[in-house]
């Protein structure tokens, strides 16, 4: 018989840093569009898997001296390689045992509903709208954030592919909560962490929901740390979802603007752009400028000459949210204190002065 023990010492030999388990009833109020019960109907179990961030790849970041780790190793190779690996081998292990092991990866997938806003129709990032529709020869069949055409393939089905809301997700197995800058927060590694996960139809004993100390402190010194002003500091500025009778509260969050920001940070924290390429072009690339469609495409356009994004360097520019969340964790009270023998963080976080 199979037990959510020998899940979790599989995963966790196979080289997850955690397994939680949850019951798929938790997402009966879900809607259709990220139910996960609609694409496997018959499944009664969702494990997730969750794989740290190494802190040490933030360490070039906090110092501002290398900047290419984070992004190329810890999310893209926990993404492309080290995740979709153990799902792999833990699947082999429960369809070894006769259930069916629907496995999913972090995804590039797309859906009529994009992945950054939740809007329906084409829905395209900046660098896909500068540069994708023209190279496709057609200005049809570029990457976009969604695919708009896409038809349910029976009735009663919602169209392909159907998205899983990833963070939610962990939360429904137990791993965690959302904190104020909608990341996922784990009493074991505080915001570094990717994850995965797999549906079965295997009943599994579910973990509860996470209902230790508060993670997110409400601090808010993810937004005062991050360069875009995406995240806001009013706590009015929230949105709320049910997960399973759990709720989860985050900060209403300009995601286009975080967009370009976590890609080309700002004058101060991008030291792989010239001043004054940021000086020319304020309409769009001030923290304070109004992210519409036609500038982020310019913000795009004005960057990509200075820093090829795809040698991995995409996310790395940024971390502000992150490494502040670190820092704070880490102090008296956090989920973090003690972790380390020495913190991320000494004094002042670095600010170009130009």
Known sequence: ML??????EAALAAGADICGIGSMDRFKDTPDLWNPRLMYPDAKSIICLAFRIPRGVQRG????TQFYQYPSLAYGGTNQMFAPAVLYELGRMIEDEGY???????TGARSVQSDMDGKMGRTYSPEEKAFSMESSGNGITGDRRTMPHTRATREGNVPPDLLIHFRLCAVACGIGEIGWSKMLLTPEFGPMQRVVFLFTDAELEPDPLYNGPKLCKMCMK???ECPGGCIPTDRTKSITVNVGGKECTWGDIDVWRCNTAYTNANKYYNPFVPADVFDQNKAFLESTAEMTPENEVAAARALEAYLPSWVGYAMAKCGGCLRGCVSMLEQKGGCLEGKFKNPLRNGKPWRMDR
């Open 3 to 8: 037990t959510s023990k020998m899940i979790k």
């Open 222 to 224: 993810c937004a005062r």
């Open 61 to 64: 970041i906090e110092t501002g």
């Open 100 to 106: 069916e092991a629907f496995v999913y990866r972090n």
